[in-house]
């Protein structure tokens, strides 16, 4: 089960640091990615993905050079710190973890991240 935190209201330009924790498990053999949902769409957008090793990281062009996405040491954590946040960051922010062995993915149930002045 993933559990996201860290969401909440904050003002343009300011910075948040969004966690996703592996309840049970731990993201060993798992790619992890954070999704944006925005306000009122059904779509969901990339932000940013690491891999299982936490060696490679990608993010979506609007979200490169302002947000990193990164493990915990334990294993059992995943961060996405964004810094410099906009209007247009607001949503609903995903966790996706998808396990490259059994092709099997989890998805957490998100956080709110709403910025506004």
């Known amino acids: 089960q993933l559990v996201e935190s860290g969401g909440g209201l904050v003002q343009p330009g300011e910075s948040l640091t969004l966690a996703c924790a592996a309840q049970?498990?731990?993201?060993?053999?798992?790619?992890v990615k954070w999704y944006r949902q925005p306000p009122g769409e059904e779509r969901r957008e990339l932000v940013a993905?690491?891999?299982?090793?936490?060696?490679?990281?990608n993010y979506g062009i609007s979200y490169l050079g302002r947000f990193t996405i990164s493990r915990g040491d334990s294993g059992t954590m995943v961060y996405l710190r964004m810094n410099n946040l906009t209007h247009e960051d607001t949503g609903v922010y995903f966790c996706n973890a998808w396990n490259y062995i059994t092709n099997y993915e989890h998805w957490g149930h998100g956080t709110q991240v709403t910025v506004s002045s």
């Open positions: 993905q690491v891999s299982s090793t936490g060696d490679s990281t």
């Open positions: 049970g498990g731990t993201f060993s053999r798992y790619q």
